[in-house]
Antibody, heavy 121, light 109 residues
Framework: QVQLQESGPGLVKPSGTLSLTCAVS?????????WSWIRQPPGKGLEWIGE???????NYNPSLKSRVTISVDKSKNQFSLKLSSVTAADTAVYYC??????????????WGQGTMVTVSS | SSELTQDPAVSVALGQTVRITCQGD??????ASWYQQKPGQAPVLVIY???NRPSGIPDRFSGSSSGNTASLTITGAQAEDEADYYC????????????FGTGTKVTVL
């Protein structure tokens, strides 16, 4: 059974870069799935950040595109998120998720437990 | 980019039926998926595609769609169904983006 685990610093300074990694276990990141990052500010709703395929193809949220980079490391079976020029508004729980893709549908079927990242000096 | 609008909160008596709606232009082109989130936990997929339930999701959860509106119905709501529910679909702007709904808090009375 595929499991996802986020890791990375819980505290990032303003104007710095937030860096997180999602380790995939129980399956291969090179399977026919996209892999995604999603965040949730405290007390607020979910926001899709972006996604990556094992080939390296990416799609990003237009509102974050200028600051986001998602990459994949097939040798380590993991994918990563970098968000630059962070402000307090980037404080959130960050989730990684697998995207289940079918003929007429897709959905985030497996989620990591989430990791809280606070932007503060 | 597209937006998906949900009612902020709904309540349902124990054992009764509740429908949660999600409205947006992208739903004319794409199916919604639905997620249940309980406090302090990661979201869980409950419905995807036309009306598909992942393994382990009770059959009291069902989905439907008409025009620009997707719906999640809980038939015979249980106390454990009290949670936040979010819809999601692709953005219809052609930018391959995805968008979440604003979320609905379901209270079981």
């Amino acid at each position: 059974q595929v499991q996802l685990q986020e890791s990375g610093p819980g505290l990032v300074k303003p104007s710095g870069t937030l860096s997180l990694t999602c380790a995939v276990s129980g399956g291969s990141i090179s399977s026919s799935n996209w892999w995604s990052w999603i965040r949730q500010p405290p007390g607020k709703g979910l926001e899709w950040i972006g996604e990556i395929y094992h080939s390296g193809s990416t799609n990003y949220n237009p509102s974050l595109k200028s600051r986001v980079t998602i990459s994949v490391d097939k040798s380590k079976n993991q994918f990563s998120l970098k968000l630059s020029s962070v402000t307090a508004a980037d404080t959130a729980v960050y989730y990684c998720a697998r995207i289940l893709t079918g003929y007429s549908h897709d959905a985030f079927d497996i989620w990591g437990q989430g990791t809280m990242v606070t932007v503060s000096s | 980019s597209s937006e998906l609008t949900q009612d902020p909160a709904v309540s349902v008596a124990l054992g009764q039926t509740v429908r949660i709606t999600c409205q947006g232009d992208s739903l004319r082109s794409y199916y919604a998926s639905w997620y249940q989130q309980k406090p302090g936990q990661a979201p869980v997929l409950v419905i995807y595609g036309k009306n598909n339930r992942p393994s382990g999701i009770p059959d009291r959860f069902s989905g439907s769609s008409s025009g620009n509106t997707a719906s999640l119905t809980i038939t015979g709501a249980q106390a454990e169904d009290e949670a936040d529910y979010y819809c999601n679909s692709r953005d219809s702007s052609g930018n391959h983006a995805r968008v979440f709904g604003t979320g609905t808090k379901v209270t079981v009375l």
